[in-house]
């Protein structure tokens, strides 16, 4: 039987709807500034939970090696069911770059759930205190123009590429936090681009 994230997801898309329709976005980002420009000059309604990013041609890219990498958007505030969601530009093999829910913006801290991958691997992921444990893989890695999103939703969170669930687990350790940006180790030409994280639709 199905997750039932995925057959949600198989009736919207039989009705010609996407998994975001009836989503309230709260925040965006197109990343547009000079290259090398840190995340947090680009724009102070991000905070650094763990790790760096900076700005690349006019998208954004992880900068600090072999750690995981993690900012929250603390400008505005988010229901506990909450998602975010990017569009990649392009993948260096075996560089990661994703999305996250749920970060630790006030203490900061380096916690969150994180959905990132590679061209080959992606995977679901909680970080509690930087302590990282696997929550779930997925045979399919990111290619350009793919849409990646993870959503918590109660204690279920889902992780999606072009509107299909990928991965689907249940875990109760984060309650809540803001959406953000995730991925591991030095970006080179691994890039996303129209960042959005918001609440849940219904």
Known sequence: MAPAGVALRAMLA??????????????????????????TTHSPSWTYCAGTFEI????????????DNLAGWNEDEFDDDQYAQGTIVSMQNYYFIGV???CDVDTPSQ???VFYGTH??????????????QL???????????????????????ALIND???????????ASGAAGLSGWHYGAETLLDNWEGGNLGT
């Open 120 to 133: 080959n691997w992606s995977a679901l992921w909680k970080l509690v205190d930087g302590v990282r444990t």
């Open 100 to 102: 996250a829910v749920r």
């Open 164 to 174: 299909v669930v990928v991965v689907e687990v249940t875990d109760s350790d984060i």
């Open 111 to 113: 916690t969150g759930y």
């Open 56 to 67: 690349h041609s006019n998208a954004v890219r992880t900068m600090t090696v072999s750690v």
């Open 136 to 158: 779930g893989d997925a045979a399919d890695g990111f290619a350009a123009d793919d849409v990646i999103r993870i959503e918590a939703e109660g204690t279920t969170i889902r």
């Open 14 to 39: 039989a009705a010609g709807c996407s998994a975001g329709d009836g989503d309230d976005p709260v925040a965006t980002d197109d990343f547009t500034d000079d290259d090398a420009t840190p995340l």
